[in-house]
Structures are given as structure tokens and as C-alpha cells.
């Protein structure tokens, strides 16, 4: 299942990744060059089954509600999940925002690595799980409130990420 290059907003999820089945296992998820703005949740990603190699690579995410990017299950239900390379933007309207939330992430199979976070009131609770090789600043995007989410030339976001893994091209097909 592969889920990219969409532009997904006001809505109550914005990508939710879900199986009503208890015995089935998601597997080759992924989610990448996505701009998710302005819903209840950015991804989601839910109870049962087991997820494996769900990859949720260069998506930008902006001002999603209770919870930018969350896996809502003990560790021991993630194989092999990777979260990379992901702008991710809190509006910092309180403290009870999630940028990623993980519940068990030392003990977990979720790769959290060279995301950029940003809450502009600085709430990165105990519960964010931000990985390794994270930056927290403003991406600098060109004008975000009219959805220009292009990097500005200063913009700590450009060649900080990770090539591991990447898309081959960008949100607007560009290698």
C-alpha cells in the first residue's frame, strides 16, 4: 500500500492505517511526499494487527490536531516501521499536542530518525518520542498560511535529512 503526493486536509484523520482483523499483519506501508494540514490527527496509526515495514518518509505535516504522527499500541506490534525525514509543525496551541507520539519507543521496532519538529510555543512534552538526528527549528517555508510549503534558501530543513530509504522524487515529482 503506498500513499504519496496527496494533499490531505480538514478533516477528522488525515492518513489512518487501521485492520479490523486480530489475526491479519499490514505489511509494505508507505506513506511519503504527503502534505497533511489542519486535521483532528496527521497519521494515525491504530490498534490491531501487527504493522510491518510501514514507512512514513518525507510528508509534511502542519498544524493536525491532538497528534502529528502516533502509533497507539504497545511496541512489540511494530516490526521494521520507519518514521524519516518528516516536517512536522505544531500550531502550539497546548501542551497536550503530540509531534510523535510512541508509546513504548525503547523497546520498540520503529526507526524514528532526521525529522524536523517545530512548536512555535516550544511544547516537546516527555511524551514525543523525536528519535535521533532530529532538528527542533522553524522550517522556514516560503509562506505557509497560503500553503506555499517550499523551503526558503535559509531554510535548516535543506540536505538535513537522510537518503536511506527516500523516494526517488519529491511531492511534485521532481528527482
Known sequence: ISVFRNYIH??????????????????GINIYNNL???NNRGIYITTDPFYKTAN????????????EIGF?????YQINC???NNIIISDGS??????????DYANGGVTIDHNLLYDS?????IENKLGTSFLKADPLFVNASTLNFHLQSNSPAINAGSSVGAPDADYEGNA
Open 82 to 84: 520507519v518514521v524519516r
Open 72 to 76: 497507539y499500541r504497545e511496541a512489540q
Open 36 to 38: 497533511i494540514c489542519n
Open 94 to 103: 497546548t501542551a497536550y499536542r503530540y509531534l510523535i507520539y510512541y508509546p
Open 56 to 67: 512514513i518518509i518525507n510528508n509534511v505535516l502542519y498544524h493536525n490536531g491532538f497528534c
Open 121 to 125: 510555543a516550544g511544547y516537546y512534552n
Open 10 to 27: 480538514n478533516n477528522g484523520d488525515g492518513i489512518s492505517l487501521s485492520s479490523e482483523s486480530t489475526v491479519r499483519t499490514m505489511t
